[in-house]
């Protein structure tokens, strides 16, 4: 089993910033995973915000957040991070943390519990 638990969440401004974190654990977490984030706004399906391979650092972003997100991670904490930057009120949305051992992470194998993120304008 992987644990995942979020944090960072918040209210902020339109044009503003957060950091949101996942930390990982169990005895199951390992390199092998990807690690990524992803949304659900009211009235939307889920959807793919960004990924990192934990083994070869390499990311991919959604189009929606290229340019103003990034994700890294520290391997010491197994954690992962998401900064938002220029933050939209389109991006109000609960955030959720996954793992998967497939890259493409089309069905995550584990999520965190969420966290809320809302950008007024």
């Known amino acids: 089993q992987v644990q995942l638990v979020e944090s960072g969440g918040g209210l902020v401004q339109d044009g503003g910033s957060l950091r949101l974190s996942c930390a990982a654990s169990?005895?199951?977490?390992?390199?092998?995973?990807?690690m990524g984030w992803f949304r659900q706004a009211p009235g939307k399906e889920r959807e793919f915000v960004a990924r990192?391979?934990?083994?070869?650092?390499?990311?991919s972003y959604a189009d929606s957040v290229k340019g103003r997100f990034t994700i890294t991670k520290d391997n010491a904490k197994n954690t992962v991070y998401l900064q938002m930057n220029s933050l939209k009120p389109e991006d109000t949305a609960v955030y959720y943390c996954?793992?998967?051992?497939?890259?493409?992470?089309?069905?995550?194998?584990?999520w965190g519990q969420g966290t809320q993120v809302t950008v007024s304008s």
């Open positions: 990192i391979s934990w083994i070869s650092g390499s990311v």
């Open positions: 996954a793992a998967d051992t497939n890259v493409a992470m089309g069905r995550p194998d584990y």
């Open positions: 169990g005895r199951a977490f390992s390199s092998r995973y990807t």
